[in-house]
C-alpha cells in the first residue's frame, strides 16, 4: 500500500483531534459548553479550532421496573409478534397463495418464538436480576479545548461573559 492511499485514512481520523489542545474553559454541563463555544462563534472566533469534551465519565442506571414471569413473556411475545409480522408481510409481497394465512401464521409463529426465548432468558438468569432498567454512559464536566495559537484570544472573549468565565480548577 502506498502512503498516497493511507493519507486519507489518516486525514480521517484527525477530525477529532487538534494539535495541540490547550484547555480554555471547564463546565459542569453540557448546554454552558455549548454555550460558550456558540459565544466564540458569535464573535466570529474560528470554531473549527474548538472541541467540546466530556470527561469524568460515569455509567448511570435507571431502575424502571420489577421484573416478573408474567411481564417477561408479555414482552418477548409482543416482541415475536413484530418480527413475525415484518416476516409475514415480506413473504406475502414474494409468496403466491392466500396473503392473510401466510401473514397471520408468521404473527403466530413469532409470537409463540418470542415467548419461549424470553422466558429461557429469563429462567437463565436464576433471579439474579429481577429488574428492568435503561443505562447510559453520562460526563460529569465538559472542557472545551482550543488549538493553542488561539488560546489567547478564546480567553479574552470568554471573559466579556461574566455566565461563561472558566471556573478555576483545584
Same mark, same amino acid.
Given at each position: 500500500m502506498s502512503m498516497q492511499n493511507a493519507v486519507p485514512a489518516a486525514a480521517q481520523s484527525s477530525r477529532l483531534a487538534l494539535e495541540f489542545p490547550q484547555s480554555l474553559a471547564v463546565y459542569d454541563d453540557y448546554a454552558t459548553a455549548q454555550k460558550a463555544v456558540d459565544h466564540l462563534s458569535? #464573535? #466570529?472566533f474560528p470554531v473549527e479550532n474548538l472541541m467540546i469534551v466530556g470527561t469524568d465519565l460515569k455509567q448511570v442506571e435507571r431502575i424502571t421496573g420489577r421484573l416478573t414471569t408474567g411481564k417477561v413473556a408479555a414482552a418477548g411475545a409482543l416482541s415475536g409478534l413484530w418480527l413475525g409480522l415484518f416476516v409475514g408481510v415480506i &413473504?406475502?409481497? &414474494?409468496? =403466491?397463495?392466500? =396473503?392473510l394465512a401466510t401473514i397471520l401464521s408468521t404473527v403466530v409463529m413469532g409470537a409463540l418464538f418470542g415467548l419461549i426465548w424470553a422466558l429461557l432468558g429469563y429462567a437463565a438468569t436464576k433471579g439474579q436480576r429481577d429488574f428492568s432498567a435503561v443505562s447510559a454512559v453520562v460526563a460529569t464536566r465538559y472542557e472545551v479545548l482550543v488549538e493553542h495559537k488561539h488560546l489567547a484570544r478564546a480567553q479574552e472573549l470568554l471573559q466579556q461573559r461574566a455566565d461563561l468565565r472558566p471556573q478555576p480548577t483545584f
Open positions: 458569535d #464573535e #466570529e &413473504f406475502s409481497l &414474494f409468496g =403466491q397463495g392466500n =396473503q
